[in-house]
Each structure stands twice: as C-alpha cells, then as structure tokens.
C-alpha cells in the first residue's frame, strides 16, 4: 500500500528559529496535504498543494510540492512556542479503487519549541 | 457550529467490553471517517463512509464495526476489545465533491481509549 515516510520523526528548537520538514513517498501524489495536531486536539489543515512544483505560504508557513510528485516539504520561519506539535503530511488513498475524500497520512513530526 | 463532536473524550475498557464511539457532525458534509492515531504511525484508516447509508473499510478495519446512521452521525463500535485497541480515535467529516479531490477534512477532538 502506499506510504508516506517524514523526517525527521522529532525536533527540538529554539523560538526564533526555522524549521524545516519532508514527506517522501515511493508512489506519485497529485495532492499533498499539511495538517497540524495541537496536543490534545485533532488535526487541522494548513496547506494544501494541488500542482507539482506549487509552493504555497499561510504566514510563516510555506509548503512546496516537488516535481517528482513524490515528496512535499514544510517550512516554519521565526518559530514561536504555540508552533509546538505534530505535523503530518497526507495524501490522497487509493486503497479500495476511488478515494472518496480517504487520506494517507505519514507518521508525523513532532516539534518542540523552547522559550 | 460546534463541527465534529465526539463522545466520550476517555474511556477505559477492560478486554473482552464492548463499546460504541460517537460522531456528529454539523456542516452537512457527505463523507465520514474514522482513523486511530498510535505513537510513531500517524493516522490510520479504519472506516469510512461516502455517503448516507453506505460504508466501506479502511486500511485497519479488524475489531471494528460502523454505522451510518443518518447524514450528521457515524458511530464505531468494538465488539470485544482488546489491548491492541488502545489508541487514540478521530472521527473526520468532508464534502468531498465530484472531481474535486480535497476538500478539507475536518476532525473531531479524540476519544482516548485505554483496554486493559
């Protein structure tokens, strides 16, 4: 099935810092997702990218989809401690024929922003 | 507008217990999921449904059963728990409309499941 490998699994940062995060996959995407996961709470969207090579900001966010169509990065500029939590990278699922809206997710990095 | 809610937020099961988790959602979307969350896997797909009245499995649908029981509400119901189950549940909602693939999928806040 498909899968989506993230790197790295963890980061501990400084405030102020840029962060920086991939999402590889061994099959073609034609839409990567970034969602983000506060601690305690469920995913919620961030960027979504819809054309190989699209790079796309929401702030201090900036996400770009590679032209192999197989990976996506994120980037996190000047980090603040309310950017502390997961972040997953998805796909649309092929599994069972049509999608149907269906995500793969990867298994996410976790972001620590010290004071 | 309350979104996606799910209840309860905790449970604790011994194995063997059965249970059904709950999902609303108020934003008249037509799909449904339900993913399981486990440290270092991201989010994994149990169930889901397209639309009212059909259901379909996901990448993990072992252990588990869905209902569709109208448009707003999509339960998950474990028959016979067990520790394997303990997990972390999201139920997600989406509009999901003919050749647009992504409309954004909007997430409940958990139900943290502990089988003892």
């Known amino acids: 099935g498909q899968q989506l490998n993230q790197s790295p699994q963890s980061m501990f940062i400084q405030e102020g810092e840029d962060v920086s995060m991939n999402c590889t996959s061994s099959?073609?995407?034609?839409?990567w997702l970034w969602y983000k996961q506060d601690p305690g709470e469920g995913p919620v969207l961030l960027i979504a990218l819809y054309k190989a090579g699209e790079l796309t900001s929401n702030g201090r966010l900036t996400a770009q989809f590679g032209i192999t169509r197989k990976d996506s990065f994120l980037n996190i500029s000047a980090s603040i401690p309310s950017d502390v939590g997961i972040y997953f990278c998805?796909?649309?699922?092929?599994?069972?024929?049509?999608?149907?809206?269906?995500?793969?997710f990867g298994q996410g990095t976790i972001l620590t922003v010290h004071p | 507008n309350a979104g996606v809610t799910q209840t309860p937020k905790f449970q604790v099961l011994k194995t063997g217990q059965s249970m059904t988790l709950q999902c609303a959602q108020d934003m008249n979307h037509n799909s449904m999921y339900w993913y399981r969350q486990d440290p270092g896997m991201g989010l994994r797909l149990i169930y889901y449904s397209a639309s009212e009245g059909t259901t379909d499995k996901g990448e993990v649908p072992n252990g588990y059963n869905v209902s569709r029981l109208n448009k707003r509400e999509f339960s998950l119901r474990l028959e016979s728990a067990a520790p394997s189950q303990t997990s972390v549940y999201f139920c997600?909602?989406?509009?999901?409309?003919?050749?647009?693939?992504?409309?954004?999928?909007?997430f409940g806040p958990g139900t943290r499941l502990t089988v003892l």
């Open positions: 099959s073609i995407f034609n839409t």
């Open positions: 998805a796909g649309p699922s092929n599994a069972g024929g049509t999608s149907y809206g269906k995500l793969t």
């Open positions: 997600a909602s989406s509009e999901v409309r003919t050749g647009l693939f992504t409309d954004t999928q909007y």
